[in-house]
């Protein structure tokens, strides 16, 4: 496989057309190793357009959505951001490569080792993977000027748009299948939070976070 014209593709024929035309984050694309950050047994799907296998049941999510996830979270140099799902640290590496600095929470052991060793190969010694739940997100270390929940949730947590500063933001794919939506909140000056639609989806589902109550007749 030619790695290089199978990135030049993955950007070229799922990313652009999926309305991803900031040519920052597309060049931060061509130059963050995707490969790098896939598990070897799983490489050669690591451009194509699908959920990428992770240990335990888990997955990275396709090149479209996290970069469309990225584009439009928007952050900046000088940002602090929180992500809640490492995965194989992936996100946080893009992220780091954006921000200022990047906590990354991973429940699951071994995909938190994966993240760390990932992040660290990668030199981004400036973006901390740390093993916690992230339903409560990381108040200790907040607020942040942005937080990405790299996976779906039913509803996003009270406590983590809590964490955010005036003006931060916080992008989620929230909803039940077969209905889910990517949606971003802005924290108000005034406290409180603007919410908007950004686009429908569908994504794996984040651990530990409350599912909406089924009603039984």
Excluded: C
Aim: glycine share 8%; aromatic share 6%.
């Amino acid at each position: 496989m030619n790695i290089e014209q199978a990135r030049f593709n993955m950007i070229e024929q799922q990313i652009r057309p999926w309305e991803v035309l900031d040519s920052a984050v597309l060049q931060l694309l061509a130059v963050v190793k995707r490969e790098d950050f896939v598990p070897p047994a799983h490489r050669a799907l690591a451009f194509i357009d699908t959920e990428v296998p992770l240990p335990e049941g888990q997955a990275m999510l396709s090149p479209k959505l996290e970069a469309r996830m990225l584009q439009e979270l928007k952050v900046q140099r000088h940002e602090s951001v929180l992500e809640i799902g490492a995965g194989s640290g992936f996100m946080a590496a893009l992220l780091g490569h954006r921000a200022r600095d990047v906590i990354t929470l991973e429940n699951r052991p071994a995909l938190a080792k994966m993240a760390a060793d990932n992040l660290r190969r990668a030199g981004l010694a400036h973006v901390q993977v740390r093993e916690a739940d992230g339903r409560e997100g990381l108040p200790g270390s907040g607020p942040f000027d942005a937080i990405m929940l790299s996976g779906s949730v039913a509803t996003v947590p009270e406590a983590l748009l809590a964490q955010l500063k005036p003006g931060g933001r916080l992008i989620a794919i929230e909803g039940s299948e077969p209905i889910m939506q990517a949606t971003l909140y802005t924290r108000q000056p005034s406290g409180s939070f603007s919410k908007v639609v950004l686009f429908d989806t569908i994504a794996p589902r984040l651990d530990g976070f409350a599912e909406p109550t089924r009603f039984h007749f």
